[in-house]
């Protein structure tokens, strides 16, 4: 048994909840991460795992999530700075069978400290191509000496679950795996690791191997335009079978400051450098951002939330993707917007958290909106969140639906201080054809899985993963 209530809450470096990220990209639908347990594996194969989150190579997904950064497993093993909670999935979803990785496991470089964010940031693919699924964890404050430079860390998959670990050789200056995407940027056919390092991205090209092998780094950044990246986002905008990448960060133009978008290419030879989009004029850290074919034209769309927007408000910005990359059609959209149902109030914080999949099996990606600050009833900061559902032209208010802890079948009352929504994933679990929406619930430090259905998400089956060591927002 993990015994949370041990456990102290953390803050992450994002101030928010780490992200398990999509480490494959499917040519239509990106899929954001979520829990999934496990069953007995059988030996896996030579090929690559089948799926991106497998981590005991039994077919089924798995789900990673960060947990607290101190506390006591099973009254015997303690821990600091950082875990990261792994739940197997069967034929039937998430099973009940979890593992617990931390710096103090077995085989993992470093040793855990109080000031260390180890789930920081999350990411899976089959590096090796073992056919067991590996989990990429940030650590951004990672210490060298006394200094912060922070630290990533490959933790290999097997057929016992996750098992030892190698880190990256680190470059350039602090906060060393503060966001992480995973993917095939180059196209040879072999996963690839994208990574934040003070204001530069780092892609770190396969093969990866247990014994440190990997191939050539490259730095990227947008020289003399003061630029300091901050999240990622990982996908195929241009459908030409590469992984591409969007950075969301800050620019610097004079004594001016503004968020932007960056999008980079999946090419040949590692990134190509494309076009930026403001997101905000003012500067803003830690959004979110995700890709997904809307519009099931073959190119995949970003999204960017932006909680912050109109007091705190919030809201989405929507950026189509084509064959050479994102284009001039784009839109923004929030509570506000014409068919949305709901009314938008100052820190609602609609969009502080994204994810992409197909819900309700149509084909067409939808968009998942986190709005941890919205009131339900009288109850302040319950939390909500909303399904828009994808279709021929892409996201529209008249097919979005807005939901809560109020959902039929959704166990448990509503409550202030719950932030429901806080975090999201979107994926298929049970392998019916239609993505789970996983719900993180920080102010009741759980998890809500509801299963992907013809109308979108019910409440109908879903489940609670208690005792998830969910952070709670600054």
């Not at 030409?240 to 990448?245: A, Q, R």
Request: charged share 20%; proline share 5%; with cysteine.
């Amino acid at each position: 048994m993990i015994q949370s209530s041990l456990l102290p809450r953390a803050r992450t470096s994002r101030g928010r909840l780490p992200r398990l990220r999509a480490a494959s990209v499917a040519a239509g639908v990106v899929l954001a991460v979520c829990p999934a347990p496990l069953l007995l594996a059988a030996p896996a194969s030579a090929a690559a795992a089948k799926h991106y989150d497998d981590f005991n190579g039994d077919g089924y997904r798995d789900l990673a999530l960060p947990y607290a950064y101190n506390g006591i497993v099973d009254g015997t093993v303690s821990f600091s700075g950082g875990a990261v909670l792994v739940t197997f999935g069967g034929p039937k979803g998430l099973t009940t069978k979890t593992q617990l990785v931390h710096q103090d496991s077995p085989g993992v470089p470093g040793a855990g400290e109080d000031n260390d964010q180890f789930g920081g940031a999350l990411a899976s693919a089959d590096l090796d191509r073992d056919g067991y699924a590996d989990l990429v964890v940030g650590n951004p404050s990672e210490e060298s000496g006394k200094t912060p430079v922070g630290s990533v860390t490959v933790v290999w998959g097997s057929a016992k679950g996750l098992k030892g670990g190698t880190a990256l050789p680190r470059k350039g200056g602090g906060g060393f795996g503060r966001d992480i995407a995973t993917g095939d940027f180059n196209g040879d056919g072999r996963p690839d690791i994208a990574t934040v390092s003070a204001s530069d991205v780092l892609l770190y090209r396969g093969g990866f191997t247990k014994s440190g092998g990997l191939g050539k780094v490259s730095v990227y950044d947008r020289e003399g335009q003061g630029w300091y990246a901050d999240s990622l986002a990982a996908g195929k905008v241009t459908g030409d079978g590469k992984t591409d990448l969007v950075v969301v960060g800050v620019r610097g133009i004079g004594s001016t400051f503004r968020t932007e978008a960056w999008f980079l290419k999946g090419a040949a030879a590692g990134l190509s450098s494309g076009p930026a989009k403001v997101i905000d004029s003012k500067p803003h850290e830690r959004l979110d951002a995700v890709i997904g074919d809307f519009d099931r034209n073959g190119y995949g769309d970003i999204a960017v939330g932006n909680p912050n927007a109109s007091g705190g408000r919030g809201s989405v910005t929507l950026w189509y993707g084509a064959s050479a990359g994102p284009g001039s059609r784009s839109l923004s959209f929030s509570q506000s917007t014409a068919g949305i149902t709901g009314a938008s109030e100052a820190d609602d914080a609609f969009g502080t958290s994204l994810a992409a999949g197909d819900a309700d099996g149509d084909g067409y990606g939808d968009l998942a909106v986190g709005v941890p600050g919205e009131t339900v009833g009288k109850k302040s900061a319950s939390g909500a969140a909303y399904l828009f559902r994808g279709g021929s032209g892409g996201l529209k208010g008249s097919r979005s639906a807005v939901f809560d802890k109020t959902l039929p079948g959704v166990a448990g009352g509503t409550a202030a201080q719950d932030y429901f929504g806080y975090d999201l994933r979107l994926r298929d679990l049970d392998r019916n054809g239609r993505a789970d929406l996983a719900v993180a619930v920080p102010g009741g430090n759980t998890v809500r899985i509801l299963p992907g259905a013809k109308g979108g998400v019910t409440g109908a089956g879903s489940i609670v993963l208690r005792e998830t060591g969910a952070d709670l927002p600054e």
